[in-house]
């Protein structure tokens, strides 16, 4: 047995997959490590009701964000040639300029408008910088997209320290300057954003270097790409309706405290899931746009395994420590967060597992089956915690059990998916033979 055990050990340090995955962990837990850290002093110099004001905007730019490029981001890591893949980059450059540009006019000049019909008038003059916000996320997902194409994982892993520290840094920083409230966390976070997008430009300089070695035009790479916006494009725009809307149906029925409360809890939750999920993520893109037909569901299989057993300590601990450990570490006022992290728990365990393999969609040109799954993922939670009154907490956990039961759906469907493939049938034909 210890021959075997060591064969395997053997094997993973050899594993180029598993190389990849640390060098982003490193980066990662760096980056979690210093938020979770000033996370108690920022929690106890911002209110809930200033992170809820905060959420909303967060919301608005989210959704705005994951749609600037028209996923056309994604498609930077899928051309066989590097040359045309830096054509396909400024391509997606101009087309988030182009959107950040149109939301900072609309956001700004409609402001009070939107503001009112959130119910929250003073998130209004904080609304001008909505564009600015979605083009420094969206520029820095597509310089990722372009260091993972590169497998330049380190540089990745440091844009995630820089990002996260230098965000709660200048929120902690905007706050004993006695500019607190959600202009603090709103400024505090473009800062943030700002110094990680510089960073990384530099880091990746050479998606600047040799376009003229392409044969290819933007128009053209945009055309070939087409699937992108026309079926992840709405795909990604359903799970940021999901995710925000969330956001705003507890910010209106409930109230503006309880949304940071909320907030709260899944942000802190987002750590372990960040932990191991980022990096898992990244470097199964990576490996799924360049994997031969035979290999892909045993891949896919074997993530989801190594997922759930990397996820289930932390979830395991979250969940019976969260309601005892939020109002100890994070202050009294925080004691709703704890209750709601642990009802989050189910749903979150099954994110973690889902969200590598769901790049298996990308890859297969099997969009249409992730959209039809995102509906019904947008569709649930959004009724239940419109129709379902009293307790959020509650409320909250039975959306969490209906949400995991969805992905353990979406888990079968993904390995089927990559089944298929694997024997070079198509989805239509399994149609048929269904």
């Not at 943030?192 to 990746?204: H, P």
């Not at 040799?210 to 035009?217: C, I, N, T, V």
């Not at 969260?322 to 570490?329: E, N, Q, R």
């Not at 009802?343 to 099954?350: E, K």
Request: glycine letters at 8%.
């Amino acid at each position: 047995m210890s021959g075997v055990g060591e064969g395997r050990i053997s094997r993973w340090r050899k594993s180029e997959f598993l190389r990849h995955i640390l060098t982003l962990l490193t980066g990662t837990v760096a980056a979690q490590l210093l938020m979770l850290a000033l996370t108690p002093v920022l929690s106890r110099l911002y209110s809930p009701e200033a992170y809820g004001l905060f959420s909303l905007y967060s919301s608005l730019v989210a959704t705005v964000t994951v749609v600037a490029a028209l996923r056309y981001d994604m498609a930077i890591m899928l051309p066989k040639h590097d040359a045309d893949a830096k054509v396909l980059k400024r391509g997606v450059t101009w087309l988030i300029v182009a959107v950040s540009v149109v939301a900072t006019v609309v956001c700004g000049l409609s402001s009070p408008i939107i503001a009112n019909a959130m119910g929250k008038p003073d998130l209004a003059p904080w609304l001008w910088f909505v564009g600015l916000s979605i083009f420094t996320l969206a520029e820095i997902s597509a310089l990722t997209y372009w260091l993972n194409r590169r497998s330049d994982y380190k540089a990745i892993g440091i844009n995630r320290v820089l990002q996260s520290g230098g965000t709660a840094l200048a929120q902690l920083a905007l706050a004993l300057g006695k500019f607190g409230g959600v202009g603090g966390l709103i400024g505090g976070t473009l800062v943030g954003q700002t110094a990680a997008l510089l960073i990384l430009r530099r880091k990746g300089r050479d998606v600047r270097q040799g376009l003229d070695e392409s044969q290819e035009s933007i128009p053209g790479l945009f055309k070939r790409y087409r699937r992108m916006p026309l079926l992840n494009g709405p795909n990604a725009l359903v799970d940021a309706v999901r995710t925000n809307g969330i956001n705003l149906i507890i910010g209106i029925v409930y109230s503006q405290s309880m949304l940071g409360q909320f907030y709260m809890a899944w942000k802190l939750l987002e750590v372990p899931l960040g932990l191991i999920n980022g990096a898992l993520a990244q470097v199964f893109f990576q490996r799924l746009a360049v994997m031969e037909r035979g290999t892909m569901f045993a891949f896919a299989k074997t993530t989801v395994y190594r997922s759930a057993v990397l996820g289930i300590i932390p979830f395991v601990l979250i969940y019976w420590l969260s309601p005892w450990a939020f109002p100890v570490v994070l202050g009294a006022q925080w004691a709703d967060a704890g209750l709601i992290a642990r009802a989050l728990v189910p749903w979150l365990f099954m994110s973690l597992i889902t969200s590598p393999i769901s790049t298996i969609f990308v890859v297969t040109e099997t969009q249409h089956l992730m959209l039809a799954h995102a509906l019904v993922y947008t569709a649930v939670p959004l009724s239940l915690l419109f129709f379902l009154k009293g307790d959020i907490v509650a409320n909250l956990t039975a959306v969490s059990w209906a949400m995991a039961a969805i992905l353990v759906a979406f888990t079968v469907m993904a390995l089927w998916v990559g089944r298929r493939f694997d024997r070079g049938l198509d989805l239509k034909a399994a149609v048929l033979e269904g």
